[in-house]
């Protein structure tokens, strides 16, 4: 390259940047020459390797000073609870209370049904709404639910609305999904096809997925009330038929086995997941070998923009293969590894399968369309390990699409499963390839009973981290590679969602060494309505960017999520007393003062 040529391409921004973080390189390539050798010449220029300099590290440094460092007393039970009424506060100190008591948790909807019939259903409504439905519920309908809201926003907090109401894809579905889902002869002789694949068939036993499920909302959505700059959660199985999802997830982790067979075959199984680049001439001699298709074909698949103009070919590469289909059930063919060919998952696809196909991927580009005119980010709940390939690959499609100028669509990571790493350092390299915002929310899971019920019952590998400190730890892995990719390029946002204080505490602690500002709105905050105010509104009163998940809808129907919401505050409860003896500290403290009435001012 001449020096003009040069010159014109730097000029242009045509030269990618080089990130430099002292003893933080995510290159793998690194100069071996010795000292000496480093000088070079373009067009009889000499050109010398420069040694880092100072300037960068003092420009960083002085980014660090600039930025205010926010410490947060989470025990300042006056700033915690000053949106709270005394009757709110003995409220939660009630219900959190109840929820210690294992006989009234796990019978609480005999216990409630018998409620229901003693007190009759106007008195059973009023209980509920001085008790459970009060403390996490926010109301019975959009309407109602905006003075809490217009309230939380008066302290500092935004709102993540959801309407709570659920209903059961019952054993009777389940059972007739797995009839329909019969799958060809060739696929049942595959070596691949035994243990690992069950985990992509319906089951009876596990027809209705809320059971064993204590803290995610697995509701389907009738309605969805959205708020400027706010955010929007919706579940990919309330936008079509679920058993889809179950089908492509199955094609997707399939088609990723074969890139494992094929980067086996090439010596390369060792190496970690985005080293694994596979040289293009071998893979398309082996896929001949293999009698996946022609030559021509072969070296059609391997034709475009970027595809395969390295050499070598990765797994992003190779998902990205799948995207080149006329249609939609062109994506349920799967590789025998047996055979090596592509064959149908399904021996029967009806047209009217298909439509059902086409019209949930509308669903979710109208959602999308509509999150963008409203200023309205769009945030993809996780759901069971064997319908999250499907939801995790559609999710990146819109985010490919939407997320070109800010981060709109956010995808779910659920970090007590052992690949939660893997998933999270993929997408984010598949969005610095393409130059789009990145979007993610990090919960620890809300799954693990069942998934462990499932794996276990239908035998396939546990895919949950064996404690709870391998999830903590799989957890602020996660989190500190995404903090420190926004470090480096400001693209990507990520929201904390815990009522772990421990994890709230090491994330402003990340930002503080990082220079990350809470005005930026790079880091959010989610908690769950009625649960750990005292880490949401000192948060929110700071200048975070802090969120409550606000559930409403009628009495009735909403019984089933605060049955949930009873045994998570069980399990979280019984672990730590501090938010009761927080709530009770702030009581004494207005007593003492003589606040018997406490009326929060905004």
Not at 260 to 275: H, I, P
Request: aromatic share 10%; with cysteine.
């Amino acid at each position: 390259m001449s020096y003009t040529k040069f010159l014109a391409a730097l000029l242009k921004g045509n030269v990618k940047k080089v990130r430099i973080a002292p003893g933080k390189y995510r290159s793998t390539v690194a100069s071996t020459k010795p000292k000496e050798e480093k000088e070079q010449r373009i067009d009889g220029c000499p050109v010398i390797e420069a040694e880092p300099v100072e300037l960068i590290s003092q420009t960083k440094t002085l980014r660090k000073l600039e930025t205010r460092k926010v410490q947060i007393d989470f025990d300042n039970t006056e700033e915690a609870y000053k949106s709270k009424s005394n009757l709110e506060l003995l409220r939660s100190l009630l219900v959190f209370k109840l929820c210690t008591f294992d006989f009234l948790v796990e019978r609480n909807k005999e216990l409630i049904d018998l409620s229901r019939k003693l007190l009759g259903q106007r008195l059973f409504g009023t209980m509920m709404k001085m008790t459970f439905y009060g403390q996490f519920v926010a109301g019975e309908d959009s309407n109602s639910i905006k003075p809490l809201v217009h309230k939380n926003e008066a302290f500092g907090v935004g709102s993540v609305l959801d309407y709570s109401v659920e209903e059961d894809l019952t054993q009777e579905e389940a059972e007739k999904k797995e009839m329909d889902s019969c799958v060809s002869e060739a696929e049942k002789e595959s070596p691949d096809y035994g243990l690992r694949e069950k985990k992509y068939k319906a089951h009876r036993q596990f027809g209705d997925r809320r059971g064993g499920v204590i803290s995610a909302r697995t509701y389907f959505y009738a309605d969805e009330v959205t708020s400027a700059d706010g955010f929007s959660a919706i579940k990919m199985t309330a936008l079509g038929r679920p058993h889809f999802l179950l089908q492509f997830s199955e094609v997707l982790v399939k088609w990723r086995r074969f890139f494992n067979v094929l980067a086996a075959q090439q010596g390369k199984s060792e190496m970690m997941v985005l080293d694994q680049k596979l040289e293009l001439e071998q893979l398309k001699e082996s896929l001949a070998e293999m009698g996946v298709g022609d030559k021509n074909q072969i070296e059609n698949w391997f034709t475009g923009e970027r595809l395969g103009l390295s050499g070598t070919i990765d797994l992003l590469d190779w998902n990205s293969l799948i995207n080149d289909t006329t249609k939609i059930s062109n994506l349920l063919m799967v590789p025998n590894l047996k055979t090596g060919h592509l064959e149908p998952l399904l021996k029967r696809f009806t047209a009217e399968e298909e439509q059902q196909m086409k019209r949930m991927l509308q669903r979710v580009d109208v959602l999308a369309k509509h999150a963008v005119e409203n200023g309205v980010r769009l945030m993809v709940d996780a759901e069971q390990t064997y319908f999250q390939p499907a939801i995790s690959r559609l999710t990146l499609e819109m985010q490919r699409k939407f997320n070109r100028e800010k981060p709109i669509i956010f995808n779910t990571y659920q970090c007590y499963l052992k690949e939660a790493y893997e998933n999270v350092t993929m997408d984010v390299e598949l969005s610095r390839r393409e130059g789009w915002y990145f979007g993610a929310k990090l919960v620890r899971g809300a799954y693990m009973y069942q998934e462990r019920a499932r794996a276990q019952e239908i035998g396939y590998e546990d895919p949950i981290n064996p404690d709870y400190e391998a999830t903590n730890r799989m957890y602020h892995r996660c989190l500190e590679y995404l903090l420190e990719e926004i470090e480096h390029s400001r693209t990507a946002n990520v929201m904390v969602a815990t009522h772990n204080e421990d994890t709230v505490k090491f994330t402003l602690e990340k930002m503080n060494d990082m220079g990350l500002s809470p005005n930026e709105n790079k880091v959010y905050f989610g908690q769950l309505l009625g649960m750990c105010d005292q880490i949401s509104f000192p948060l929110g009163q700071a200048g975070f960017p802090v969120y409550k998940y606000v559930p409403y809808g009628p009495v009735d129907e909403v019984i089933p999520y605060l049955s949930r919401r009873a045994q998570e505050n069980r399990g979280f409860m019984k672990g730590s007393q501090r938010e009761r003896s927080l709530l009770w500290k702030e009581l004494k403290r207005r007593f003492l003062k003589g606040q018997i009435v406490y009326t929060p001012v905004y």
